[in-house]
């Protein structure tokens, strides 16, 4: 009799668990691999395609505890595990740093994890999370030029980029004034 195995599952999480993370600012993932079966299993595989404004960091500071070959490489929108292993009814994490390099919600989603005993499973692996663009500063003068002793009226305007997914808060900032300006 030949029973078809189960394939192994794969889940994604951030670490430490967070919501929002600044813009250009490194973010931890964790890819959690199980094997459900009662035998070991080889050849273990998957890849994740970064979604767009996120790659893998500078420093990627990948650990892995899945055996075979894990692939991160700098700037790379994409990383994959190749020829990995897992002892039966085991687990086995992955730690990769990535950065966010545009403002908005990033969802990643990780492509099916296989072996060369159960094939491919489903991609059921996903985390959300927002990247924060700082707000942005202005300033104005009206009427933007005076004579000696008269007085302009500054305007400044705060502004929350469009592709942040949450508001502002606690928003500060000091403006020196020229010498001879009060």
């Known amino acids: 009799t030949n029973t078809q195995l189960p394939p192994p599952t794969i889940g994604i999480a951030v670490n430490p668990a967070v919501a929002t993370i600044p813009l250009n600012t490194d973010i931890q993932l964790h890819f959690a691999i199980a094997n459900p079966n009662g035998v070991q299993l080889h050849g273990l595989s998957f890849s ?104 302009s009226t500054v305007t400044f305007t705060i502004a929350n980029p469009a592709a942040n997914t949450v508001n502002a808060t606690g928003i500060g900032f000091t403006d020196m004034l020229p010498s001879g300006m009060t």
């Open 48 to 151: 994740e395609a970064l979604p767009a404004g996120e790659v893998v960091s500078s420093t990627p500071g990948v650990t892995s505890t899945c055996g075979g070959t894990f692939t991160a490489v700098s700037g790379a929108s994409s990383v994959n595990l190749a020829n990995g292993s897992l002892a039966a009814n085991a687990s086995c994490d992955i730690f990769v740093s990535e950065t966010g390099t545009t403002a908005g919600q990033k969802a990643n989603i990780t492509g099916p994890v296989s072996s060369t005993e159960t094939g491919a499973g489903d991609p059921s692996g996903t985390v959300s999370f927002s990247v924060v663009a700082p707000p942005t500063l202005s300033k104005g003068f009206s009427p933007s030029t005076i004579a000696l002793n008269e007085t």
